[in-house]
Structures are given as structure tokens and as C-alpha cells.
């Protein structure tokens, strides 16, 4: 199941920075992903320091 990233994000983009399919971008005021390209690996979760990416 994708990730998603809820409205706690700060856009610091630490999550884009550790997805390794770039299935994360910047969107209207938060970080958004494409639950197309996402694998579920969780990485974007372990990085974020307001635990914005939650599964959905």
C-alpha cells in the first residue's frame, strides 16, 4: 500500500531525498506522492522529522 504524506508536513524535504524511485515532489504547500511509482519501502517515513508520510 502507498504512502501518503499528511498535512504535518513542513516541506524540509528530507523525504524526497530518501525515496529511491523519486516517487516523492513537491506539490500546492506540502510534499505529495505519486502512489503510482511508490514501493512502499517505508523510507520516506523513517526520514521525516514530523512523521508526515503515514500509509494509506
Given amino acids: ?5 499528511t498535512d ?6 528530507a523525504c524526497e531525498a530518501q525515496c529511491p524511485v ?3 515532489s ?4 506540502k ?3 505519486n502512489a503510482d511509482t511508490c514501493v512502499s ?4 517515513a523513517g526520514s521525516c522529522p ?3 508520510p503515514e500509509e494509506a
Avoid: L, R
Wanted: net charge neutral; glycine share 22%; charged share 5%.
Fill in 1 to 5: 500500500m502507498a504512502y501518503v504524506i
Fill in 8 to 13: 504535518k508536513c513542513v516541506s524540509c524535504g
Fill in 22 to 24: 523519486g516517487a516523492i
Fill in 26 to 29: 513537491m506539490g500546492d504547500g
Fill in 31 to 33: 510534499y505529495v506522492i
Fill in 41 to 44: 519501502c517505508g523510507a520516506c
Fill in 50 to 52: 514530523v512523521g508526515a
